[in-house]
């Protein structure tokens, strides 16, 4: 290096922005009431996930039935050949098996999928803690 300077002189220090440093969550928090709707146990945990997977399919559902009604009629010109055209091409995909519709329905499939899994993991985890409970009580 010429003029005194050294090699460190070109090494950039690294800009990072830290993410915000938030406390640890107090254990002695847990269990306690959520929302006002009491505590909720791991089963009841699973239940609301299968509910809001539900809420999700169903309102998925709702937007595919408004959405079918879009390009209904001809608003592109009765006697205009490319507006026959552009109407045809918007419906094809929006309803077409490659289009936007079946991709929609793709997610409604797997959302209640999804909600049937949390369902399950919930009777699962009811039926382990009677198990573990029952375990308990003959150890006594």
Do not use: H
């Not at 050949?81 to 793709?106: C, K, M, N, P, V």
């Amino acid at each position: 290096m010429s003029g005194g300077q050294k090699a460190s002189d070109y090494v950039l220090e690294p800009c990072v922005a830290m993410p915000e440093v938030t406390r640890a969550p107090d254990q002695r928090d847990w269990g306690q009431a959520v929302d006002g709707i009491g505590v909720l146990s791991e089963k009841g945990m699973w239940e609301a996930r299968a509910k809001a997977a539900d809420d999700a399919a169903e309102k998925l559902r709702d937007c595919l039935n408004t959405v079918s009604q879009i390009a209904a009629a001809n608003y592109f010109g009765r006697d205009c050949q490319e507006g026959g055209f552009l109407r045809d091409r918007l419906r094809s995909s929006i309803t077409s098996d490659a289009g936007w519709a079946a991709a929609i329905d793709l997610q409604i499939s797997e959302l209640m999928k999804l909600a049937q899994k949390c369902a399950e993991a919930a009777e699962t985890l009811e039926s382990q803690d009677r198990s573990s409970a029952g375990n308990f009580a003959e150890k006594r």
